[in-house]
């Protein structure tokens, strides 16, 4: 079965190279369909899209296949320990091996990316997209390099796949994104680069003092073998490296600016499996291999990540863009799960891999649903939005409030344990900690939660309650009627500025601008009409979302289907008895 | 007391000097070539197979001294008159051989890149293949040599024939300006390092590198002599503070000798370095590795400070190719901590380094050649959309020499019809980094190519070549202690990521995409006039834009008078040519002879048709298949395909490397 894990990164990377050579059926040959006339070409662009992200649906649905083949042969017996391993040398002359295995920590991430990889594909199989066949190639890249990281047990080799999806994320950005796409991709990879690179120089030092860039083996030496001193750099270096990607306050910076930019897709997948690797590489190496450095600098990691939440929280009561404010919560979400891994207790770091799983699945749910509101409204401004979303776009509405409940942690469903064990595992963290300062990141997180369900509640209140008028409370002599091209985003009127700009862009489809000149004409409200403008939950999305909507409640009625696999591998991270 | 010479430790070198004969003799005796009737194989192409022949039996030589295993010497001092193991002057080891095959490798790119370049007939063919021959024969020989007479010969045989290389472009005053400032710097140089090898010599009596052992407690002057040494090596590889020349010279150098600079020429300096350093001076480690690590910080950082605000494609590669000088000496600069394990990691670097960039300039090269077409593909004005590209270029044209219009109209292969000048001059400036826009879609081929390299010298996957001399450069460090200069040079790692991600991402972007409502117009309605001035537009370089912190070098290039950004257009450039040409850019004169079929046999699509596709579809794809068949694209498939063997299986050049240390 070792041919599993291999077959997990090959499948994507053939399909990419396939695509490569691949010819649409409809025998149009050249990339820009600009010569022919414009409604056959609008035509062959649909078909094209279609086809391309069905290819693309394929092979990540084999990719999936594969994730849960793993998973329904793993042996949860021995989850502690690595399996499906491989462990040939690839490059001698680098200490390189091409080492990958699969334990308790990883599975439900290898999982979560193909799920979500697929998913997002099922999602552009019905929504279409420009530039089908790069999009689709760059996507099957980055979902090498998500596998790879999750399944890499050599230091460099992690460091490799880790490296693989800052290429094809810029392209999704710079390409696929939004107005001020190009800032937002160069930000991102700047960013991600800066930390990759001190990454680099922690993984090289851990190799220059042990010698060896085996994973299992680092991690069970415990720290063996190198002094305090380098212990606590190591994970200095580490840490920052990680930290940036996952992202923890104050390096969070790219984060809102990338997820806000990207299309629907990138955002799902950086929130959903990026991060991920960031808070991965804390569990599978800065923790197990350098305990010592971990047991020094784990106040600080706990500081900026309670930081991470307060200020997570009060950056979404501020923000007005749906996506931007999903985007700043998962700061916030992020610092629970840094906060889980700062106890340095098994209880705590269940949190956190229980937490990573939960926010993946429920922010990937929530951008798919802002990428829906987006679609239909033509902005994600939330008082252009309006409100009575629940009257006009009813399914639409549950889902957001479902996904919005969730994330905000609910008992029952899957955001809510996450936040609890992180905080309880503040509550007792690991002898050596100071306990009372863990009290205080206790209680300032639990300050956290309330404010996370502040700014969810707001933002429901805002946008899925009230009367369904697509303007709002604006005043009928409200800019946008009278000029419905773009205006200049500093208007000082409170409710109107911005929010027709997305129309120059994105071309919306044309039932946003109509149901404004129905709701200008009807003021009174007519709900009736305006309902029937805005189409609800359509099949496809449908069909990408259940799934999530169906784990988060899994997990949340049932949490101890996640634990119980990463329960036991996290006991062996930890050197715990 | 005669020396005894082996032949087969100097083949590659004798090789590469017969061949260089046999060309300057061969170009002597072949008839000129008729105006007007170009036979298939003409002088110059023949001359250019020879010295590939040449090239490719030294490189044969070399693989078979490699394959022969053991260590060749010669020119040794006679058994008697030394004492012990007699000393040689030229020792043929695996430290040699790798950096001779390297430069070999290189010059086989060099030579097909020189083939493209000179095959518009303007630059004597001749004497081009005669001076590169020369160089490689003392940049085969410097890796061998072992002593420091043989060192500053060998050094100064690689310079001199490059500042005729730089000049041979005589049509062109930017070239002759580089040229002189090349000469300058390198003389400079050589009398600051020859000042240095005689105090070294002075204080030790013995030219041998293996017997130059200085000790400890030498007398101040012996760090004199060694600080400057090392400052004449810096001149070589442009490393701070002798950097500056650096953006001139490879801009106003053919692209050819640019990559030479940038690689073969940069290769044999880094090759003395570590002789010097680590064979003759590592007793003196503790005093040149500081020096070396502050030299090593300083070059990568101005290196990418530099390219950060380069808008010409070779003038950002010659920055960058600083910058990457900046990371070959990084782990010199711990060699007193590592040892001479450090020049492994700097000859491995400098492997993965000559692969990718020598990509680079072979696609520019390419692009430089095919530039881009007028028109917009999916612009129906396409003809008003071409003019307000030309913000770059219209300065540029504004502040030529009156002289080089004049030679530009009197060089050969000008004569050429309206149609034909006005779709070249609508043409952006190929060497600017906006003529790179949408070139994924119009020769998607050459734009991966491209990406592929840039993404390599940045260093991320999937270059993963340049990820992986990165890692080896940045594990040296680490090992030998170096924690601030892994720092600066992880710094600089992402400022390299900018500029290099930046250009990628142009080729990947629709080109021209802002400016076409802003100008279009008024630029259209003045460009009939000033057709004339734009003809030369395609063939002299335009001065270098956006270029603040240039040395002060501009002086024949004219004034450069608004250097703003490309977005900037201003209504009165309207050099950019009349309206007609929407269609094929036109084959630059030089495709005719050396590659009749690719783009020569393509005629430009009827002026004025607006509609007219760059490529038709159909024909797109045999073009490219012939574009392929070129000498330049045979030298991109070449080094383009090394990067990504390297890519692959970086083994092999970790297995190439010398174990350890030369000697």
Redesign the interface.
Known sequence: MTWVPIALLAVPLAGALILLGLRPPAGKATPEGVRTAEGEAAAMEGVRARFMARYGMAVSGLTLALALLLAATFDYGAAARPQFVIDVPWIPGLGLRFHLGIDGVSLPLVVLTALLTFLCFVYLAGHGTERPRELVFTLLVLTVGMIGTFLALDLLLFFLFFEIVLIPMYFVIAIWGGRARRAAAVKFILYTLLGSVVLLLGLLLIWAQTGTLDIPRLAAAHGAGMPRGVQILAFAAIGIGLAVKAPMWPLHTWLPDAHTEAPTVGSVLLAGVLLKMGTYGFARIAIPILPEGAAALAPWLGAFAVVGIVYGALACLAQRDLKRMIAYSSVGHMGFVLLGFATLTPVGVNAALFGNIAHGLITGLLFFLAGAVKDRYGTADMPALGGGMLARVPRLGSLLTFACVASLGLPGLAGFWGEMLALLGAFAPAPGLSRPLFLVFMAVGGVGTVLTAAYFLTMLSRVTHGRPHPLGQTPPTDTRHETPEPHAPGTPEPHAPGTAEPHARQAPEPHTREAAEDAHGHRAGAPQRTLALLPDVRGYELAAWVPLVGLILLFGLWPKALLLVTTPAVLALLGAP | MIQTIDYAAIAPALILAVTAAAVLLLDAFLPAPTPGRETRLSGRTLLGLVTLAGVLAALAAVAAQALTGGVRRTFCVPPGLASGEPPCSYVVDSFALVLAGLVLAAAVVVVLLSMGELADGRIPAGEWYFLTLCTLVGAVALPAARDLVMLVVALELVSLPVFALTALKRYDGRSSEAAVKLFLVSVVSTAVMLFGVSLLYGLTGTVYLDRLAIPADAPPVATVGVVLVLAGFAFKVAAVPFHAWAGDVYQGAPIPVAALLSVISKAVGFAGLILLLALALSEQAHVWAPLVAAISALTMTAGNLLALRQRHAVRLLAWSSVAQSGYILAPLGVAAATGPAATGASVAYLVFYAAMNLGAFAVVMHVTRHPAPTAL??EPAGALAQDSRPSTQGPGALGQEPGVLAQASSAPGQARGPSQSGAEAGAQEPGDLDAYRGLA?RN?AAALALAFCL?CLAG???G?AG??AK??V??EI??GGGVVL??VM??N??IG??YY??WT?RL??PPAPAAIPTASTPAALRAQPVVPAAVPMSIAPVPSTGDAVQVPSTGDAGPTPGTGNAAQVRPGSGDAGPVSGTGNAGPVPGTRDIAPAPLATEAPPAPGAP?A?PVP?AT??TTAAREWATPVGVAIVIAVGVAIAFSLA??A???L?PPAFPG
């Open positions: 593909p999916a879609r998607p993404i991320l996957p999937p993963l990820l992986f890692i080896v940045f594990r680490v090992d892994a720092i992880a710094v790692t992402v990521l900018y991600v930046a991402a990947f972007t509609e596709a579809a797109g794809a970086p083994q050049v970790f297995d490397l």
